[in-house]
């Protein structure tokens, strides 16, 4: 992961082809952390080669735990003989979800000590909920030195509310309660697949969870957890930026390794902008090809089931290839239009006005060198670049790795013309040739 790295794109394909979703970063940030509850080994498959990963992976061991590679996307994780409850500043600062360890390692020894978050620069992105949820299960918190320190004596079920829907909290609420004396009934709770997915991962271990995917949680809490075999669900996001892609070049893809039923809402929005989608939930697939113009649309961001915030640069930048004004509104998450400024240096014409944007639609892009500023942003620039005419320079591209595995791999593999390079002067011949 190094800073001088960028994409360099050639836009004006049409992507074609197939390509294969892999498991969702959202659900295995909170997954990983959740190993340390388990009382034996247990196996994680369908594990993305994404950053956030190789990062949880290595908090694991230096806690001690045991992490052997059995495969591309498998993994058997030891974490019996941890001793430490402590992450430090250096490991936890290099993203967001390492506040999970928090609620695993308090669920596991009634005590933590863990840095504040990095991450993705989203506005405040604040853990008041998280902190709110371990002091009702029992836990007194102290915030010094940019130091998260938790101990209780020890964990009791209780009743918990949220003030908002927060995805983060909800783990971590999750992950505190599981082994808890009695019962956690969380009110408010986020019902995102990544929720369903930890508590379906707990519970195959033994835990007593039910609720998860409703805004109402009921945990009882166990004293032992059995090792397990579990495969991560298929990212929902990365299969959604893959479908705007292939919107946005006028293609014709085949998005396989899915859940339909988490695409619903994506889904939803696409058609009626016009794109054209086969969903095909026997087969775990959907096909994406468009056959007219784009259509102006309005969108608004919502906690799930609704249209997620993190397809909302996205479906903006798609938004600006369709002829007349659209307007996106942020819900969700804050000040996530930081974007917006790059792709108006590609010839987009937005206006941001706090938690909206009015898009005028003009049906075309043009390539420019843009930087990165979130993981989803840089995705939302990639998009662009394959639908623009002329040459795409994406800086900053760590924030893109955090969350897609193999990206230039998948796009070429689509028809893309697409590289990465570490240092400019080792540009690849084909696009300094062609570029313009
Ligand atoms: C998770 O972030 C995701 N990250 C984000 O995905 C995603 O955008 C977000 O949920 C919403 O779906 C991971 O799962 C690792 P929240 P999180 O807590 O947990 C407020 C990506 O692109 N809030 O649901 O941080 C908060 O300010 C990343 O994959 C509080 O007020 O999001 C925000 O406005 C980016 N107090 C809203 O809730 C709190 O204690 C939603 O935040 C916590 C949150």
Redesign the pocket.
Known sequence: MNSSDRFVIKGGRRLMGEVEISGA??AV?AILPAVLLCDEPCVIENVPDISDVVISLQILEELGAIVEKLGPHTYRIDATGIKSTCVPYESARRM??SYYFMGALLGRFSKARVSMPGG?P?????????LKAFQKLGAQCKLEQGMVDLSANPLKGNQIFFD?V????TVNAILAAVKAEGLTVIGNA?K?P?IVDLASFLNSMGADIIGAGTDTIKIRGVKYLHGTDYPIIPDQ?EAGTYMVAAAATGGNVLVKNVTVRHLNSIISVMEKIGVQIEADEEHDQVRVFTDGPLIKTNVKTRPHPGF???MQPQISTLLCLAEGTSMVKED???QRFQYVDELRRMGADIQVDGKVAVIEGTGRLTGAPVKACD??AGAALMIAGLAASGVTYVEDIFHVER?YSDMVGKLRALGAEIVKETHPDEAEPLLQENAG
């Open positions: 970063k959202n940030v967001r979800a993705c989203l506005g405040a992105r604040p853990i008041d909920q998280h908002v927060t995805v983060g909290a986020a995102e990544h996001i997620p915030t993190d969700v998450s804050e993981l989803r969350g």
